[in-house]
T-cell receptor, first 112, second 113 residues
């Protein structure tokens, strides 16, 4: 069935470098996407969201890019810090629904 | 702290017992969601409420599971006759009426022995 997936299960970056976490989705009916950060033993923490009528949205040190043509979503983290180490999930919401469908997650490790 | 809260944070029970979890959403949020997360996986949708009405249920929500939100504020999720396969993190989230920006609580970790 259609689902949200991720290109890489793990990503290691040097402290201070930029990180890019990718996500592929296959449901063309999805109109809203969210990136979450989850630390061990905690609930997912909202990072940034984007609607399907946008290509890019920026927050503090984070940028989400949406390419609807190839159904691809990415999260860019600028100047990655040790506190950014966590599992990152993208989630999609189909138009007309309120449930989120999550991918498996990418584990980001920041090397000091 | 005005975020989503869940109680208890951890629950250990024996197979066959009933358990109940509570979720208190962000106070001005109309929508409340329940998800389940197993180790190494992303959260999976179980059900959601708009005020006190339960509007969507996943096929994961077997007849042993029941959720309520009687006054449109806090919600409870009950699992009857627990099975070992029910062991997971149960997450609650809430959002405004638009449904955008679902904010999660810390979760209740259930272990069924």
């Amino acid at each position: 069935g259609e689902s949200v997936g991720l290109h890489l299960p793990t990503l290691s970056v040097q402290e201070g470098d930029n990180s890019i976490i990718n996500c592929a989705y296959s449901n063309s009916a999805s109109d809203y996407f969210i990136w979450y950060k989850q630390e061990s033993g905690k609930g997912p923490q909202f990072i940034i969201d984007i609607r399907s009528n946008m290509d890019k949205r920026q927050g503090q040190r984070v940028t989400v890019l949406l390419n609807k043509t190839v159904k691809h979503l990415s999260l860019q983290i600028a100047a990655t810090q040790p506190g950014d180490s966590a599992v990152y999930f993208c989630a999609e919401r189909r138009a007309g629904s309120y449930q989120l469908t999550f991918g498996k997650g990418t584990k980001l490790s920041v090397i000091p | 702290d005005t975020g989503v809260s869940q109680d208890p944070r951890h629950k250990i029970t024996k197979r066959g017992q009933n358990v109940t979890f509570r979720c208190d959403p962000i106070s001005e949020h109309n929508r409340l969601y329940w998800y389940r997360q197993t180790l190494g996986q992303g959260p999976e949708f179980l059900t959601y409420f708009q005020n006190e009405a339960q509007l969507e249920k996943s096929r994961l929500l077997s007849d042993r599971f029941s959720a309520e939100r009687p006054k449109g504020s806090f919600s409870t999720l009950e699992i009857q006759r627990t099975e070992q396969g029910d062991s997971a993190m149960y997450l609650c989230a809430s959002s405004s009426i638009s449904g955008e920006g679902q904010f999660f609580g810390p979760g209740t970790r259930l272990t069924v022995l």
